[in-house]
């Protein structure tokens, strides 16, 4: 009796330590949410990034593959704030318990009228260029991972605390690097509606070719309209983006003598080859592209 | 047809090439340069600095556009300066760095600006004895 116990106990621990050992499965569909989560996670999670650096999520649509992945996932993130259109899919693949979270959609939009449709406002998806929602977002993650995981409470937020004393730092850069602009040189013209929350966050006017997602039409009213707008503010250069077509905006400077003032990461994440495949690399690189271009 | 069929060669490749010109011209706008002179000259305006400090600071420097127009070590409470800056109507940007005493309590800087006869005032709590804030300033008019 006695030896059948001790055996018993043995089965048991065994299989909490490799209950333990099993990193909680993460699915996610944005390369801005895929770093919260391992930023949050640690070891303690297993994640698996969908949509990848140079994929253009305003287009990308899940593959079987992707929703096999999902299948087995415990934690399903995407950006949200209706920049994933098939998160229907997602619903419909997961297992019954997985949570599917739109980080995006805990916390207040940036509002904007759609061009053409007097009445429509759109939300702008792309909350994660204000480091103050990254921050905001770290918490929504933390906590749906807490829920999955109360054990692990304290380790996820022991991580959550150290990433976002790193967003501060981040933010302190930030608005020392944007006060070397003169506050009337604050101009930004790109090539789609990405930098709203940028904008907000640090005292800049935006003037995009196209409108909140990279789908939208490019009207020539609007680059009318454009060129005659950077020519009245001075605009001295004008950003293309990592996966946008440049050949409107070298038009735009041709008409207007604005230079074309680099490459900007407006959709996620880059490459390592230019050192923004994080969070904090791309944000270094777009803010010193913007203020050394428009200096 | 008569004349030499070289020559009828020759002048409608002449007759070609002078229509060439006025052609080019049509179809190739000149990229233009931005006229930089016509940008509106930055105009300097008398501006004003004062640094009222909660405890004594060991040290502070004052930065403009990435520049420190104004540092000063052991300040005592209150410092004052004035400069000579551009102060366009989005307002300025200052770049505020204090140091104090390692042992100093909770403390704090205030600075006022006083541009066009109109004065603003920011304050800025330091944390560990440090303080490193960038602070907006709008025009007080």
Redesign the interface.
């Known amino acids: 009796m006695k030896t059948s116990f001790i055996i018993l106990l043995l089965v048991l621990s065994v299989s909490v330590r490799l209950l333990a050992a099993d990193p909680i499965q993460v699915v996610s569909f944005s390369t801005i949410t895929t770093e919260i989560a391992e930023k949050v996670g640690g070891k303690l999670v297993k994640v698996t990034g969908v949509v990848k650096a140079g994929i253009d999520p305003h287009e990308y649509e899940p593959k079987p593959d992707d929703l096999k992945e999902v299948g087995s996932a415990a934690l399903i993130l995407a950006s949200g704030k209706h920049m994933e259109n098939y998160t229907s899919k997602l619903q419909e693949s997961a297992a019954p318990n997985t949570v599917l979270l739109q980080v995006g959609d805990a916390f207040p939009s940036l509002t904007m009228k759609e061009e053409g449709e007097a009445a429509k406002t759109v939300e702008d998806p792309h909350w994660w260029h204000s480091i103050a929602n990254m921050k905001k977002a770290v918490r929504v993650v933390q906590d749906a991972l807490t829920k999955i995981s109360p054990a692990d409470k304290d380790s996820f937020a022991k991580n959550a605390d150290a990433y976002e004393a790193q967003l501060d730092e981040l933010d302190?850069w930030v608005?020392?690097?944007?006060?070397?602009?003169?506050?009337?040189k604050?101009k930004l013209v790109t090539s789609h509606d990405a930098f709203q929350y940028f904008a907000r966050d640090y005292?800049f006017t935006i003037y995009p070719v196209q409108g909140v997602s990279t789908q939208d039409a490019i009207s020539s009213t609007g680059v009318a309209e454009l060129v005659q707008t950077i020519k009245d503010q001075?605009v001295?250069a004008v950003f293309f983006e990592n996966i946008e077509n440049p050949k409107v905006l070298k038009e735009i400077t041709?008409?207007?003598?604005?230079k074309i003032g680099g490459e900007l990461y407006a959709d996620g994440l880059g490459e390592k080859t230019d050192h923004t495949e994080t969070y904090e690399g791309m944000i270094r690189h777009n803010v010193t592209t913007i203020v050394e271009a428009l200096k | 047809m008569r004349g030499s069929p070289l020559l009828r060669a020759f002048f409608i490749i002449v007759v070609l090439l002078l229509m060439a010109i006025p052609l080019w011209q049509l179809t190739h706008k000149a990229e233009a340069v931005m006229d930089l002179s016509t940008a509106p000259a930055a105009v300097k305006a008398p501006v004003h600095i004062q640094l009222t400090f909660a405890h004594e600071a060991t040290g502070f420097q004052v930065l403009y556009l990435g520049k420190v127009i104004w540092e000063g070590k052991e300040p005592g409470l209150e410092a004052q300066k004035d400069f000579a800056l551009e102060f366009p109507k989005e307002g300025i940007d200052l770049e505020i760095k204090v140091e104090w005493l390692p042992a100093t309590p909770e403390t704090a800087v205030r600075v006022a600006v006083t541009h066009n006869y109109g004065s603003t005032e920011q304050t800025a709590w330091a944390v560990k004895g440090s303080l490193d804030k960038v602070l907006t300033f709008t025009d007080p008019q």
């Open positions: 302190k608005r020392a690097k944007i006060a070397e602009l003169p506050r009337d604050r005292g001075h001295k041709a008409e207007t003598g604005a």
